[in-house]
């Protein structure tokens, strides 16, 4: 029999629980959880929330997601500002599924394999750049990696020139849609990365057009898959609901996949006996001989650093729906229409399922202890039916990217003894406080001399090019340049 009254969190009169969820909302949402059980409401400034967290509220989302739960409220404003009707975080039941069949593939674990050399080369040449012995913000040089693997490999177009109008643009418009910013249409510095965005995404347009595929003979990607939905089915895909999902290859890895990095380069350099570890099957993975699957899949300790970053750090430690319909859970009835965000990594830090859960141990996931094979407590990618969909595509590139942090260069932390601080909006992220220092150079570049002229070398003629000739020009230059192994297709077509 379901009780009507549902215990409220912690807040402030006016603005609710802004500030605990700002200074650190994981650990917020335990320690709610903890004192009010698996349901409570939580209020954002004049936004209210019902919040269900725990074991329990994974299991109710990963079986009766479908059913009871909708996903399009939230991310309506968003689609808006890419003048689109809808998207695949936004879509339900089978629009949903049909969006998942199309993006499948191109975000597929089997797709990141196959470029993972395409990669590892990207990672060296942004790692070249970074000077030696100088503070270098941790979260946006990884930004820039992995942002460009994704665009370069997924989307066929490297985002560097568009790197920090990306970053400001996603950043705006995912602080809107937790908190509204009516003011944000007018920012100068806004509206330029908008139209930066604008200009990239006409670029990728035009890359897959008839006549440049032709010309560059390049294997059909996730642009592809997503244009012949287009064409076939432009009731049902409509071209203002291109620009979004074209979009997702710049933003999908930008905070998630770079975060983790960051945070797991942070607890690496805090446990020396596992960097160790993890450097070493980076050193194997590099240097090695066996073929690249079989090396990623020999990183034991490496996968393991990576879950268990995850588990201590997830950069999604929250879903938001709307209750579909109305229903009961833990005894209590949620009404249809309310506003519900599901807590999904409340779990990782309950004792019962992970004892000690402050320590960073990366011996929970092995077969005597298998932590996180409990049903339902470890969810770093959400549940249910918009559990990620890259979840594959990301652990590959983690691995493969941290590998090449580690393989290249020796790195400490800037401040010896710095412990973490982190932001929390619009994702969980380390600050910018957290730096590293190149104290020197192990692997195969060097800076500004690459080993191979597509390396270090590349990347500054890149630059220059760019500046100088105009993106065209650079681009035609870029073309003739790239090596046909870098993702076994051309950089650009
Ligand atoms: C550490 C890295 C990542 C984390 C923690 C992560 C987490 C998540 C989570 C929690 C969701 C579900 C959102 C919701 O239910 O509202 C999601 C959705 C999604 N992710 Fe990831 N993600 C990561 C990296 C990636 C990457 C690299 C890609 C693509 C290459 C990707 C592609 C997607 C897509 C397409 C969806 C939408 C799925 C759907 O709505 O059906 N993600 N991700």
Known sequence: MATSTIPMARGLPGIGSVFDMARDMRAFLTESYLEHGPVYRMRLLNQQFTV?????????LARHGTKHFRSFEFWSGFNAWFGAARSTLSADGAEHAAFRRTLKRGYSREYAVERMDGMIDIARREIAAWPEG????????LQRVVTDQVGTLVAGVSPRPYNDDLVCYVHGLLSATIVPRPYLRWSPRFRRASAQVDKLYHEVIECHSGSMRERHGAEPDLIDDLLNLHESDPKFFPEADLKIAAMGPFVAALDTVAGTCAFMLYALLRHPDVLERVRDEADALLTGSAPPEQALREMDAMHRAAMETMRMYPVTPLLVRTAANSFEFAGHRIPAGERVMIATAVPHYLP???????????????????????PYVYAPFGLGPHRCLGNGFAEVQIATTMATVL????????????????????MPAPAESFKVRVRGRRGA??????????????AVLGGALWGALGAEAAREAFRSMTPAHLGRRPLIR
């Open 52 to 60: 269900l967290a725990g074991e329990q509220a994974n299991r109710f």
């Open 134 to 141: 100088k503070p270098i913000p941790a979260v946006p040089a």
């Open 352 to 374: 019962e399922f992970f004892p000690e859960p402050e320590r960073f141990d990366i011996d929970r996931y092995g077969p005597e202890r298998a932590e996180h094979k409990q």
């Open 407 to 426: 393989h290249e260069v020796d790195l400490d932390l800037d401040r010896a003894g710095y412990n973490l601080k982190t932001t929390q909006i619009p």
């Open 445 to 458: 570049v060097q800076p500004l001399a690459g080993r191979k002229p597509w390396g270090a070398l590349g």
